[in-house]
């Protein structure tokens, strides 16, 4: 038996491969946002294994300190160390903000404003949870003030001096895959100088609260020497911290140590599974539910661009399809060539969906990961979509009056 499908495909081969090109690229779009979701997830985990905890401590009543703010005193991590079945604890502390590079050398206070980049700002204490576990480049922090480790992704290089907030800090170290659960690079400093970034007002605004502490008289009372220098030094100084990081002891569950935590510390604890659901199932639901409505409507128009191209092409060859009827073909052979057709140009689609994400997915500014597994649950898709869209046409085949071929 003659193939249909195939003398056709042969016969206008570069419609064809055109029409599979551009479903190619539609397919591609589809893979990439799929692609897009896991690596949302994917960050979220990373950033969890990134920060070294089985625990995270945070203020009471959040859900801190990555889908909310959490502040407590540092002091606090303390009395968390003494907890029975904790190995180590570590005050840490995040902010989002925009990294500037730091002016040329020899220059008085410039700033390259053109050049921010944002990224999460990680303060933590050296050799404790919450410091960036390897190094593609570089060293680890050795100083108490003003040395930094950032993310490749920041596009700073070593040596270079970054901008945060009034300080300039030099870059010693490079790190991978260190990212927050948006996807912005980390850059890690001191917690000393994280707590000053985040929590300490500039100076302007330092000078108008001591102006004002001293307009109060309750606060500036001429009978009680030293009370307004000490208010105004607590002013200066701030001891607040995001969370607190700790590990368990082996063999001691992390919900152990979270539940004396909750009940006589007044705080709020949340172990690996927790924080886990909190990041996948709350923070990125939003976004996830936003592309899953886009693969829904890809689907759609693949599905719609499918059926159109395979109509047409069997309008084109009306006669051919009444001769073979003519002759005895059965309506099961004529369905199959047209079926074959349509998954023929599903398969070339999903080849060039498939190559172009995998070619541009590293282009992207957030992480793309594209599992072997969506890959396959693709292919699947996109030939029972290319199924359900051949039966338009294979209905209108069907019709077709054997006459019509000895027809004027």
Request: glycine letters at 10%; aromatic letters at 6%.
């Amino acid at each position: 038996m003659i193939s249909l499908a195939g003398r056709d495909i042969l016969h206008a081969w570069g419609k064809f491969v055109l029409t599979g090109f551009g479903l190619g690229l539609l397919i591609g779009v589809t893979l990439t946002m799929a692609g897009v979701y896991r690596g949302m997830v994917d960050d979220a985990r990373a950033l969890l294994n990134n920060s070294g905890a089985d625990l995270w401590v945070v203020q009471q009543d959040t859900q801190g300190p990555y889908a909310e703010s959490s502040s407590l005193r540092d002091d606090v991590v303390r009395a968390v160390q003494a907890l029975p079945g904790v190995q180590r604890a570590a005050n840490v502390t995040y902010l989002t903000m925009q990294v500037r590079r730091a002016a040329n050398a020899g220059a008085t206070d410039e700033r390259v404003d053109n050049e921010d980049v944002r990224a999460m700002v990680v303060g933590f204490e050296s050799g404790q949870p919450g410091e960036p576990g390897y190094l593609v480049a570089g060293r680890h922090i050795t100083r108490s003030h003003y040395e930094a480790v950032a993310d490749v992704r920041t596009g700073f290089a070593l040596g270079e001096r970054i901008r945060i907030r009034r300080h300039d800090y030099s870059v010693v170290g490079l790190t991978r895959r260190m990212v927050s659960s948006g996807g912005d690079p980390m850059v890690f400093i001191p917690l000393k100088d994280a707590q000053e970034a985040q929590f300490l007002k500039d100076n302007d605004a330092i000078l108008n609260e001591r102006a004002r502490t001293s307009a109060n008289p309750a606060l500036n009372r001429p009978g009680v020497p030293g009370l307004l220098e000490a208010i105004q030094a607590s002013q200066a100084n701030n001891r607040n911290v995001n969370a607190i990081l700790v590990q368990v002891r082996p063999g001691v569950a992390a919900a152990d140590v979270a539940e004396p935590v909750r009940r006589w510390k007044h705080l709020e604890a949340y172990t690996r599974v927790q924080m886990e659901e909190i990041l996948v199932a709350k923070l990125i639901a939003t976004s996830a539910r936003q592309i899953g409505m886009f693969l829904v409507i890809l689907a759609i128009v693949s599905a719609a661009i499918v059926a159109f191209i395979i109509y047409t092409m069997t309008l084109g060859k009306i006669r051919e399809i009444a001769v073979l009827k003519l002759i005895g073909t059965r309506n099961r052979t004529i369905a199959g060539m047209i079926l074959q057709q349509a998954m023929g140009l599903g398969l070339i689609g999903f080849i060039v969906g498939k190559v172009a994400a995998t070619f541009w997915a590293p282009v992207f500014p957030k992480y793309v990961l594209l599992e072997s597994g969506d890959a396959l649950r693709g292919l699947v898709a996109v030939m029972l979509i290319c199924a359900l869209a051949s039966t338009l046409a294979i209905r209108v085949a069907l019709k077709v009056d054997p006459a019509a071929a000895i027809g004027g």
